[in-house]
């Protein structure tokens, strides 16, 4: 389990891109002792998945809005494709000011947010108010994307990465709630088919007789008269 309690004391290598100081996290890295919040960002330098899921899992999860709503980049043109609805933007050499921009604009809309969400007992609610506040500060809708790694077939940006898939399902239906109290606006995307047993998408549609359930069925012309 990788705490983010208590972290005062170490420091990681970091990089300055103008007066932005941001933290570079190894693939085998510790995150025991280690103040994310005085950082600018944080770029992970990892080609693994699971690595870097681990990673964002342990700072999104925080109750601290300077580690969890953190600008993240990483140098992995792998990892970015991966998680690019989660990572801000690729780092390289080339995109430096670009980088300062994004991270610069994120840091200003932090600061604006005071919410203590470590009073907030319903985890659904705080992953709500999370993926809200994460798409705030990125300047974005709150806009749901195509995923093979959710069981509805669908995810959140932040929230993918913090919530299970019975977790999602409560997600989705929390802010159906919402909307309907009108603290929410929506705008219809897609329509999705779910199991009624698991609620999942992945379906597996047969062609059955009426009757006797059988899937040997005999195919025959039909005649229809419009009138």
Do not use: W
Request: proline share 2%; aromatic share 10%; hydrophobic share 35%.
């Amino acid at each position: 389990v990788m705490i983010l309690k208590n972290l005062n004391t170490e420091l990681l290598e970091g990089v300055r891109v103008d007066e932005l100081n941001l933290c570079l996290i190894p693939d085998h890295f510790s995150f025991k002792h280690i103040n994310f919040a005085q950082y600018d960002g944080i770029v992970i330098q990892s080609n693994n998945s699971g690595r870097t899921k681990q990673i964002l899992f342990a700072l999104r999860t925080s109750d601290n809005p300077q580690i969890y709503l953190k600008p993240i980049f990483t140098d992995s043109k792998k990892i970015f494709s991966r998680f690019k609805n989660d990572i801000d933007e690729l780092f390289t050499e080339r995109n430096k000011q670009l980088i300062h921009h994004m991270a610069k604009k994120i840091n200003e809309r932090i600061a604006k947010i005071s919410r203590d969400l470590s009073k907030v007992k319903n985890v659904i609610d705080k992953f709500i108010l999370k993926g809200l506040q994460y798409a705030y500060t990125r300047e974005n809708n709150f806009t749901p994307y195509r995923t093979r790694f959710s069981s509805i077939g669908y995810s959140y940006p932040f929230i993918n990465l913090i919530a299970s898939s019975e977790e999602h399902l409560e997600v989705t239906k929390r802010l159906s709630l919402l909307q309907k109290k009108s603290y929410l606006k929506k705008e219809l995307l897609d329509k999705i088919n779910l199991c009624h047993s698991c609620m999942s998408s992945y379906l597996n549609f047969h062609e059955t007789c009426s009757k006797c359930g059988s899937i040997d069925l005999k195919y025959e012309n039909l005649i229809h008269h419009f009138r």
